[in-house]
């Protein structure tokens, strides 16, 4: 078995790399931070002893998915599993206050980039008829909130794209599932935050948000049920958190 994950080098990609590769599932690592994707392949190869290939690109530039991933030797054309993880929020704006660059951010990489891998991987998978692509939504592609606005509507077009994905494929053989959470605490919060880790921190103040770990550990039964089973979509969320606005907390 061979999965793609992007956005490996931290998170819950990161997580995701580190359980497919316990479990003997050979990867292609992706991101934009070669230094953590040359500690993660090193890493994984030592303790799993698993095929590792790590691309270092961004989603958002076409070309630069195009190469990388055209260029894939043939033992790594085979994919199974495509984990398009690589995403972002950036800002917490009312949208009359947005910043247009944190807009175009989270528009280019949770929506364009998706689509990029996907245009680039799905051709593979349609040729070795099998396949299954696992989108990482969220909470925020089900629901709105506060100042939540463009990245709610760059998951809502995740979420859409999972269910058109999945008609479209559906002749192929290839399976299409999402996965959407809630509060993980992961680099998420310091990302959205421009790097104030004293505001990230305070999202999860006085209350267990999931881990990436939890996350992984869906992704993987998701990703290895039997051949006639998928998984269309699941909404994942800390038990004390009953939808993106409501969330019990400890003072
Ligand atoms: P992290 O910030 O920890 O990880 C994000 C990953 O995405 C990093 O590996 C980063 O790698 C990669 N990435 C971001 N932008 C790009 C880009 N332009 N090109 C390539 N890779 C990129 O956050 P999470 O693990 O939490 O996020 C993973 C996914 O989960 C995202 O899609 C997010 O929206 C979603 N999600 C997160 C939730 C949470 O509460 N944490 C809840 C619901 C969904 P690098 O910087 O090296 O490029
Ligand atoms: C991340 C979860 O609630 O911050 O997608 O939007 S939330």
Same mark, same amino acid.
């Not at 992706?30 to 303790?47: I, N, P, S």
């Not at 959407?180 to 680099?187: H, W």
């Not at 009953?242 to 003072?251: H, L, Q």
């Given at each position: ?65 195009? *190469? ?37 951010? %989270?528009?280019?990489?949770?929506? *364009? ?11 593979? %998978? ?80 006085? %209350? ?28 994942? %969320? ?14």
């Amino acid at each position: 078995m061979l999965a793609l994950i992007t956005g490996a080098t931290s998170g819950i990609g990161k997580a995701s790399a580190e359980l497919f590769a316990k479990n003997g599932i050979d990867l292609i690592v992706t991101g934009r931070r070669q230094e953590r994707l040359d500690a993660l392949t090193e890493q994984l190869r030592r303790e799993f002893n698993i095929q590792v290939l790590s691309l270092c690109f961004d989603v958002r530039n076409l070309k630069e998915v195009e *190469k990388a991933i055209g260029s894939l030797a043939d033992n790594y054309k085979n994919i199974d599993i495509l984990l398009n993880n690589a995403g972002l929020a950036s800002g917490l704006s009312p949208i009359q206050d947005g910043d247009i660059e944190d807009w175009d951010k %989270m528009i280019d990489t949770n929506v *364009k980039g998706l689509l990029y891998v996907t245009k680039m991987v799905a051709p593979l %998978m349609i040729n070795s008829k099998k396949g299954h692509i696992i989108n990482i939504g969220s909470i925020a592609g089900k629901e709105t909130y506060a100042n939540g606005n463009v990245y709610c509507a760059s998951k809502h077009a995740v979420d859409a794209l999972n269910k058109g994905m999945r008609i479209d494929l559906l002749p192929h053989g290839i399976k299409v599932s999402s996965i959407n959470p809630g509060m993980v605490e992961t680099e998420f919060s310091i990302v959205r935050f421009h790097g104030d880790t004293d505001r990230a921190k305070k999202a999860y103040e006085g %209350m267990q948000p999931l881990t990436a770990a939890d996350i992984a550990e869906t992704i993987y039964w998701v990703a290895t049920r039997p051949a006639h089973v998928n998984i269309n979509e699941v909404i994942i %969320m800390p038990t004390v958190q009953a939808n993106s606005t409501t969330v019990i907390r400890k003072n």
